[in-house]
């Protein structure tokens, strides 16, 4: 079961789509089910408008529960998360148990682009979700494990990319650029607060990447730090990267 936000796809929502079966299928499930626990669907990116994206899944794929949604969002005062009725999480852990049967995992998510800490102030609604779906199935004795797809543990990947990329990166670029084809599962499995490390003229560098995006008609890599070179940029590199994933949500959460 994952979380995920919409943020950063717009209206690339075909492209995302394959993408996420793609991979899926890689890992030996089928499709997933997408679960929008939006209170509002009224939002600027098209493919993600009212029942758009419903729509372009089918049915079988593709559910609503803005009952998990934040009723803050609708401007009601008090604290910065308020779901409108806690209960339904026994609904959405339910969808997650009828999906396994048939080897297919969950996707909740929103439009925040990372999930944050639970109780934190700048935190999603979905982490919050996320504590409630797990001490749900905590009750009822069920294992789970809830992690931003494509869930994982930072991963160090080489990634030869053309001299003038190599260069663009060096000069301060926040995209690697993976072309107009979708990546393969090497690529797109690589969890957000990864490092990528790469080759130019002047030596060897790292990166700290988010996951796999497509906009402007290419697949890329968010680049989310400046390239570090040697064994102390790395070491440092690496102390940033888990830094950043405890700060943004990114560790998976566990029944215990």
């Not at 717009?10 to 929008?36: C, M, Q, W, Y």
């Not at 029942?51 to 089918?58: H, I, P």
């Not at 009750?139 to 990329?165: F, H, N, T, V």
Request: glycine content about 14%; hydrophobic content about 40%; overall charge positive.
């Amino acid at each position: 079961m994952f979380t995920w936000g919409y943020w950063g796809w717009g209206n690339a929502t075909e492209h995302l789509v394959s993408l996420v079966d793609s991979v899926e299928h890689e890992r030996g499930f089928a499709p997933p089910i997408f679960v929008d626990i939006r209170i509002r669907r009224t939002v600027r990116a098209i493919g993600f408008q009212g029942n758009a994206f419903g729509d372009r899944l089918g049915g079988e794929r593709y559910v609503h529960m803005p009952d998990l949604g934040n009723l803050k969002i609708l401007g009601r005062p008090g604290p910065a998360v308020q779901i409108k009725d806690e209960r339904k999480a026994a609904d959405l852990l339910h969808v997650a148990i009828n999906g396994a049967r048939t080897k297919r995992r969950v996707i909740l998510f929103c439009a925040c682009e990372y999930p944050g800490i639970e109780g934190h102030q700048n935190a999603c609604h979905r982490a919050t979700v996320v504590g409630l779906v797990l001490t749900c199935a905590k009750r009822k004795g069920i294992a789970l494990e809830l992690g931003e797809w494509p869930g994982g543990e930072m991963k160090c990947s080489d990634l030869a990319l053309p001299p003038g990329e190599a260069k663009l990166l060096l000069r301060g670029r926040k995209s690697i650029s993976l072309g107009k084809q979708m990546p393969g599962a090497d690529v797109a499995n690589l969890a957000p607060g990864s490092v990528v490390r790469f080759g130019s003229a002047s030596g060897h560098y790292a990166v700290m990447v988010g996951g796999v995006r497509f906009g402007s008609g290419v697949w890329y890599l968010p680049v989310l730090s400046a390239p570090a070179s040697g064994e102390a940029g790395m070491h440092d590199l690496i102390s940033e990267v888990r830094d950043w994933r405890r700060k943004h949500g990114f560790e998976p959460r566990r029944t215990t």
